[in-house]
């Protein structure tokens, strides 16, 4: 049913892929509470048009988003409401997406996010905006610093036009809370076709980041989670340079309220002794490094116009251990590249039971619409590559299994994210090693020799925990200790 004459529009907002995705329907959110709108939920509130942010990343992602434009349709029709398309699915396939998906009533690109309340509000009037065309918005972002804040004026770049007071709104009331530092992509992988939709890297201004931060923490988060396309970059194309992310991370930790900064989204080829220093031994930064292998062999990461070999990411690893023994390292890593061989694929498992990484996420090769590997020869069979996905991912699970279960003992800080209560004990958190969604997390018991109750905790709690078994990634910890809520830098993040 459709908002009453001279009530509020209402608009759902439903977002899909990676975080960089939330913080961008957050941004969303807040234009449209600025301009008047009432945010609501996609089927109990009524809303009189449902935007749908859409990742576009790989097949799956694209499907997912697909399948989620139809649900909302089908939710929506009923009661008159409307359906949009927004985010990377749109900003990629524009004119094609509104042609093949009547059930969309616009597919909007990033360029209409600074309007989006008109838009929408066209939209609803029954005057649909012409489809978004789609373009390579690396021509429109060029990588020239000098030529950058020129490009930015005329071209919207989601992320970068961030106001405080009206520009975000919080979709979730949680203690953790994605911050992007950044936009776009410099680098030219194959197999990837971000830069072509994203555009080239654009590094929002330190002071903007640490506004930001300080509202979140003013909304209760405690964890800040710091996500672009490739953070090693920021501060390329700022005046102090590559130097910037280690004086944003020492001034954010400093910030009343902020009890750990955990950085995503990592180069290794970028990884410079100074930022892998910052992110082992700042105090209030999370010893984490969440690294973009992708793969071990030398000669497939050539392919993949990327650096690196078994080599040296293992004496990576060693370098960030050496610093931060208890770090957690993360990664992904891609099978079925074209032109991979059994040796490859050898050289692969011996890094992944050399390095002990704390998570993996593995993906099977696929060609995507664009990219150079979309030409490549030596195309690896279907039905091989996922016979080498089951095979890197038993080995994967194994040596995670293994890695969590050499925490079996040690302390770390968890940061509750789940409250217990006196009838149901599913208290849980993250500790520093751990981070959202992929990695696992910790379950919260009471100590046999005392401490905490925990279903007495809350979320944003952090409580000092001893580690007593594991499953899979998982930990199951003992509360020994409520940490007090720090005024300002407090050291929390340091332990696990």
């Given amino acids: 049913m459709a908002s009453p004459e001279n009530a509020p529009r209402r608009a759902a907002l439903l977002s899909l892929g990676c975080a960089r995705n939330e913080v961008d329907s957050e941004e969303l959110a807040g ?57 990377c699915l749109a900003e990629r396939y524009g ?67 961030w106001v405080p007071d009206i520009a975000r709104t919080r979709l979730s009331d949680g203690p953790v809370a994605s911050l992007k530092l950044a936009s776009g992509c410099d680098r030219r992988c194959a197999f990837c076709a971000i830069p072509s939709f ?11 980041v640490l506004g930001e931060a300080a509202w979140l923490a003013e909304q209760g988060v405690r964890e800040l989670v710091l996500v672009s396309e490739n953070s090693t970059s920021y501060g390329k194309d700022l005046p102090g340079g590559t130097r910037a992310l280690v004086d944003l991370l020492g001034r954010m930790a400093s910030i009343e ?28 930064v999370a010893p984490y490094f969440d690294l973009s292998f992708q793969h071990a062999s030398a000669r497939v990461l050539r392919r993949m116009r990327r650096f690196g ?49 704390d998570a993996v996420g593995v993906f099977g090769y696929s060609d995507e619409d664009g990219t150079e590997a979309e030409g490549y020869d030596g195309k690896v069979d279907p039905a091989e590559v ?75 709690d952090l409580v000092r925990c001893r580690v007593t078994g594991s499953e899979g990634v998982d930990l199951l910890v003992e509360a020994l200790e409520v940490l007090p809520r720090a005024g300002t830098g407090t050291v929390l993040a340091g332990s696990g």
């Avoid at 089927?43 to 694209?62: L, M, R, S, W």
């Avoid at 992904?332 to 074209?338: A, K, T």
């Avoid at 038993?394 to 995670?400: G, I, P, Q």
């Fill in 386 to 460: 996922a016979a080498r996905v089951a095979r890197i991912s038993e080995l994967a699970d194994e040596l995670m299994t293994q890695r969590a279960e050499e925490r079996v003992g040690s302390e770390v800080v968890v940061l509750v994210e789940r409250a217990g209560s006196d009838d149901d004990d599913d208290c849980a958190g993250r500790a520093a090693h751990q981070g959202p969604d992929a990695d696992g997390e910790s379950s919260v018991v009471a100590a046999g020799d005392g401490g905490p109750d925990p279903a007495g905790l809350r979320p944003g």
């Fill in 257 to 284: 309220g902020v009890e750990r900064i955990r950085v995503s989204y990592l180069q290794p080829a970028e990884l410079r002794p100074d930022l892998l220093r910052a992110i082992a031994t700042t105090p209030g």
């Fill in 95 to 161: 004119a094609e997406l509104a042609k093949d998906l009547p059930e969309a009533d616009a597919v909007l690109g990033f360029d209409a996010y600074p309007e989006l309340a008109e838009r929408l509000g066209d939209v609803l009037g029954g005057h649909t905006p012409a489809p978004h065309v789609p373009v390579d918005r690396r021509t429109l972002l060029p990588i020239s610093p000098v030529e950058r804040p020129a490009a930015t004026a005329d071209v919207s770049v989601p992320g970068h036009e």
């Fill in 31 to 87: 234009r449209l509470a600025g301009s008047g709108w009432e945010l609501v939920d996609a089927e109990d509130g009524a809303p009189d048009v449902i935007v749908v942010n859409t990742c576009g990343f790989v097949e799956q992602a694209k499907k997912d988003s697909i399948d989620t434009l139809l649900a909302a349709s089908d939710v929506a029709r009923p009661a008159g409401a409307k359906v949009v398309a927004v985010g």
């Fill in 198 to 208: 994203r555009g080239s890297f654009v590094s929002r201004p330190p002071a903007d």
């Fill in 309 to 357: 070999s078994r080599a040296d990411f293992l004496d990576l690893c060693a370098r960030i251990r050496e610093l931060a023994p208890e770090a957690g390292i993360r990664s992904n890593v891609i099978v079925g590249f074209p032109g991979e061989t059994e040796e490859d694929l050898a050289e692969l498992e011996a890094f992944l039971t050399g390095a002990r990484l």
